[in-house]
């Protein structure tokens, strides 16, 4: 069983839906919760962390941590053509110099 | 603008050739990290370094080496010994103990001729 799990989609909706991008993980100590944006053939764009639980909102995006469930979420209003991207989550521990873990990544196309 | 650079943005290797693949950070960031990302993988750790002239190995870093002579700079080498290189590598670097919070250059693709 992998550390995190992340359907690789395609996800395709209409501009204008509101998008839900999902992890599983495995191991309950991760403590930091991020969500990467890859546009293709470019390096990856820290969109926002959360420490341990609960939710936080930037903009359009919002990420969600349950950690009783091991899940957490990235939900995007209003989704445009341009967040057509693959969405990377990661997760690591805290305290002194600790690897991060990340997800294979979910590609998401908005049309419009 | 502060940022991450990395060059080339495509690099082609021959059979047997050792080659470089260049990072540098304007961010004033201590760590700086290499990964490499395969199709359908999660990005894998080869190296990383939190202090200058100090690195340390990531999950696979047979076949590649690094060094970490000046704060700004973080240079790979894919040694002919990486018998699989071809991938997209990716440099990140962050503040010391801020893992996450990775900031990522737009990194270079590797194919093997």
């Known amino acids: 069983q992998k550390e995190v799990e992340q359907d690789p989609g395609p996800l395709s909706v209409p501009e204008g839906a509101i998008v839900s991008l999902n992890c599983t993980y495995s191991?309950?100590?991760?403590?930091?919760f991020m969500w990467y944006r890859q546009y293709s053939r470019k390096g990856p764009e820290l969109l926002m962390y959360?420490?341990?639980?609960g939710n936080k909102e930037d903009g359009r995006f919002t990420a969600q941590v349950d950690k009783s469930s091991k899940y957490i979420s990235l939900f995007i209003r209003d989704s445009q053509p341009s967040d057509s991207a693959t969405y990377l989550c990661?997760?690591?521990?805290?305290?002194?110099?600790?690897?991060?873990?990340f997800g294979t990544g979910t590609k998401l196309q908005v049309i419009p | 603008d502060g940022g991450i650079t990395q060059s080339p943005k495509y690099l082609f290797r021959k059979e047997g050739q050792n080659v470089t693949l260049s990072c540098e950070q304007n961010?004033?960031?201590?760590?700086m990290y290499w990964y490499r990302q395969d199709p359908g993988q999660g990005l894998r750790l080869i190296y990383y370094?939190?202090?200058?002239?100090?690195?340390q190995k990531g999950d696979i870093a047979e076949g590649y080496s690094v060094s970490r002579e000046k704060k700004e700079s973080f240079p790979l080498t894919v040694t002919s010994a990486q018998k699989n290189p071809t991938a997209f590598y990716l440099c990140?670097?962050?503040?010391?103990?801020?893992?996450?919070?990775?900031?990522f250059g737009p990194g270079t693709r590797l194919l093997v001729l």
């Open positions: 191991n309950s100590a991760f403590q930091y």
């Open positions: 961010l004033n960031h201590d760590a």
């Open positions: 370094s939190q202090i200058v002239n100090d690195f």
């Open positions: 990140a670097s962050s503040i010391t103990g801020a893992e996450e919070t990775q900031y």
């Open positions: 959360t420490y341990s639980s």
């Open positions: 990661a997760m690591t521990f805290s305290g002194g110099y600790q690897k991060v873990t």
